[in-house]
């Protein structure tokens, strides 16, 4: 038996399991540390990625010599610009497509997307609008 704390006595086996405790506590202590390291590591890693994408992004435009071919309502227009904006987008039809109207951007496989007048769309090759009423009247003809 070992004396602890002034008179006390541990035997052995529980002088043992404390060590063995201590050494599963150290164990995990390590662990932790290791998978935070990995951990970091991989966010550092996608940040560097996501940065390298963003960086490519913002080439893109500039690098791109000729116009974007976009569709409104099925009529094709060439644009020269790397954004614009639904009152923009609303400009290039001959009438443009006047208040009566809302201007949506068609998403493959998900909702369409009502443009704003002020919000900015990012231009790409085979980009397509539509438009509809703004108010449609069930019923009437």
Do not use: C, W
């Amino acid at each position: 038996m070992v004396s602890i704390n002034g008179g006390a006595t541990m035997s052995e086996h529980e002088r043992i399991g404390r060590d063995d405790r201590e050494k599963e506590l150290e164990a995990f202590k390590e662990r932790q540390l290791r998978e935070l390291r990995e951990f970091e590591e991989r966010q550092k890693k996608e940040l560097e990625e996501f940065e390298r994408q963003e960086l490519e992004e913002l080439k893109q435009p500039e690098e791109r010599q000729h116009p974007y071919e976009i569709k409104i309502d099925r009529t094709e227009f060439k644009v020269k610009e790397h954004f614009l904006t639904g009152a923009q987008l609303r400009a290039l039809p001959n009438p443009p497509i006047g208040p009566d109207r809302d201007l949506f951007e068609v998403v493959p496989g998900g909702s369409d997307e009502k443009i704003a007048d002020t919000q900015k769309v990012k231009m790409r090759d085979g980009l397509r609008f539509f438009t509809a009423p703004t108010q449609i009247n069930p019923g009437l003809a």
